[in-house]
């Protein structure tokens, strides 16, 4: 389970609204954590807390750029498939207990959640949390949600139904067989256009971050390199990047051969840059970073990453994780490595993810 440090701020965010010192409060500190841990931060939450919404609240302030990099790259999918596919099977909070399953029945998409464990003092915890988050990231990705989404709950409300509708925004119903949100599933393969989805504050920052990092956020060159990155994982063609910059390819060309570059090295370097931070930060597979990347074909993807960076995917991989002593590969419960976002949500029918 992966803690990143806007998990812990939500955390003191929420205590902080609720009147409560997070300087007093013994918050894990940030980067990979234990399933243990994690749940003793929560059961210490619930009973300084003293609040039965609690999870409802932590999972409201659950956006994307809480996931880190992570969410960087479920922003940058190019369809609400695809980033449903990185946030669910790449969420931290089904742990390694937990199970997410998504399929879909008729018109509709089902998405079903199993807490990996239960809170002491608020048995469904996860639960809220969990779904909370979900629907927060939804309305980032799409706006607000079709009148038709609903959730439906394995337990009796703890609280007032009409606290559940106010954080959760939809239909909620009880005491089901399992626990389970459920929306048609007519746009899961439209594209998402940067004009549809929410500019939010968070993904400039994170895509002013990756300029820095780049040293590469000044000059002629940064500006386009800013809007390869605000177009979220389309990397658009020479015509269009001079269309979106309000300029002539031709003026284009020009401007960018005055800094000894071209438009076509800044896409290579922008996309081998990110490349290499979502393999070092994530546990995306190589695959599912192709396809963020606009790769079709993973061999391709391997051979441009090969020419980029003298070392295969798995190469850099392997060498970031033993300087930084950590392991992002996700696995399953016999210790295999899962299959890739992408390949999930191109099966015909469901798959379980543990």
Same mark, same amino acid.
């Given at each position: 389970?992966?803690?990143?440090?806007?998990?812990?701020?939500?955390?003191?965010?929420?205590?902080?609204?609720?009147?409560?010192?997070?300087?007093?409060?013994?918050?894990?500190?940030?980067?990979?954590?234990?399933?243990?841990?994690?749940?003793?931060?929560?059961? $210490? @939450?619930?009973?300084?807390? #003293?609040?039965?919404?609690?999870?409802?609240?932590?999972?409201?302030?659950?956006?994307?750029?809480?996931?880190?990099?992570?969410?960087?790259?479920?922003?940058?999918?190019?369809?609400?498939?695809?980033?449903?596919?990185?946030?669910? %099977?790449?969420?931290? @909070?089904?742990?390694?207990?937990?199970?997410?399953? @998504?399929?879909?029945?008729?018109?509709?998409?089902?998405?079903?959640?199993?807490?990996?464990?239960?809170?002491?003092?608020?048995?469904?915890?996860?639960?809220?949390?969990?779904?909370?988050?979900?629907?927060?990231?939804?309305?980032?990705?799409?706006?607000?949600?079709?009148?038709?989404?609903?959730?439906?709950?394995?337990?009796?409300? %703890?609280?007032?139904?009409?606290?559940?509708?106010?954080?959760?925004?939809?239909?909620?119903?009880? $005491?089901?067989?399992?626990?389970?949100?459920?929306?048609?599933?007519?746009?899961?393969? #439209?594209?998402?256009?940067?004009?549809?989805?929410?500019?939010?504050?968070?993904?400039?920052? #994170?895509?002013?971050?990756?300029? !820095?990092?780049?040293?590469?956020?000044?000059?002629?060159?940064?500006?386009?390199?800013?809007?390869?990155?605000?177009?979220?994982?389309?990397?658009?063609?020479?015509?269009?990047?001079? !269309?979106?910059?309000?300029?002539?390819?031709? *003026?284009?060309?020009?401007?960018?051969?005055?800094?000894?570059?071209?438009?076509?090295?800044?896409?290579?370097?922008?996309?081998?840059?990110?490349?290499?931070?979502?393999? !070092?930060?994530?546990?995306?597979?190589?695959?599912?970073?192709?396809?963020?990347?606009?790769?079709?074909?993973?061999? $391709?993807?391997?051979?441009?990453?090969? /020419?980029?960076?003298?070392?295969?995917?798995?190469?850099?991989?392997?060498?970031?994780?033993? #300087? $930084?002593?950590?392991?992002?590969?996700?696995?399953?419960?016999?210790?295999?490595?899962?299959?890739?976002?992408? %390949?999930?949500? *191109?099966?015909?029918?469901? /798959?379980?993810?543990?």
């Amino acid at each position: 389970m992966r803690i990143e440090p806007g998990y812990v701020e939500i955390v003191s965010a929420v205590l902080r609204d609720l009147g409560h010192d997070p300087l007093l409060f013994p918050l894990p500190r940030t980067g990979v954590v234990s399933e243990g841990d994690f749940r003793t931060m929560s059961e $210490n @939450l619930v009973a300084v807390t #003293q609040d039965p919404s609690i999870a409802l609240r932590l999972g409201s302030h659950m956006h994307l750029g809480t996931h880190g990099l992570l969410g960087h790259a479920i922003l940058s999918s190019r369809s609400l498939r695809q980033a449903a596919g990185l946030l669910i %099977q790449y969420s931290p @909070l089904q742990g390694t207990h937990g199970n997410v399953q @998504l399929s879909f029945n008729g018109e509709n998409a089902v998405l079903t959640f199993e807490s990996p464990f239960e809170v002491e003092g608020a048995p469904n915890f996860m639960v809220e949390l969990f779904f909370a988050g979900l629907l927060t990231a939804l309305r980032q990705l799409i706006g607000p949600l079709p009148e038709a989404c609903r959730i439906e709950l394995a337990y009796e409300p %703890q609280m007032s139904e009409a606290v559940y509708r106010r954080y959760f925004g939809v239909h909620v119903s009880f $005491n089901h067989r399992k626990n389970r949100f459920i929306g048609p599933n007519e746009r899961i393969d #439209q594209p998402l256009s940067a004009a549809e989805i929410p500019v939010a504050d968070m993904y400039r920052r #994170q895509c002013e971050r990756l300029l !820095r990092d780049m040293n590469a956020a000044n000059g002629f060159g940064g500006e386009v390199r800013r809007m390869i990155l605000a177009a979220r994982g389309r990397f658009p063609g020479m015509e269009e990047a001079a !269309r979106r910059l309000n300029m002539s390819e031709r *003026t284009l060309r020009r401007r960018l051969a005055a800094e000894h570059s071209s438009y076509r090295a800044i896409v290579d370097d922008v996309r081998s840059y990110l490349a290499r931070e979502y393999l !070092r930060e994530t546990p995306l597979t190589v695959t599912d970073v192709a396809s963020l990347l606009g790769f079709d074909d993973v061999a $391709n993807f391997r051979r441009a990453f090969r /020419k980029w960076n003298e070392c295969s995917p798995q190469e850099f991989r392997a060498f970031a994780q033993a #300087q $930084n002593g950590t392991d992002h590969q996700p696995a399953d419960h016999s210790g295999r490595r899962q299959q890739s976002a992408t %390949q999930l949500h *191109t099966a015909p029918h469901h /798959k379980t993810l543990v």
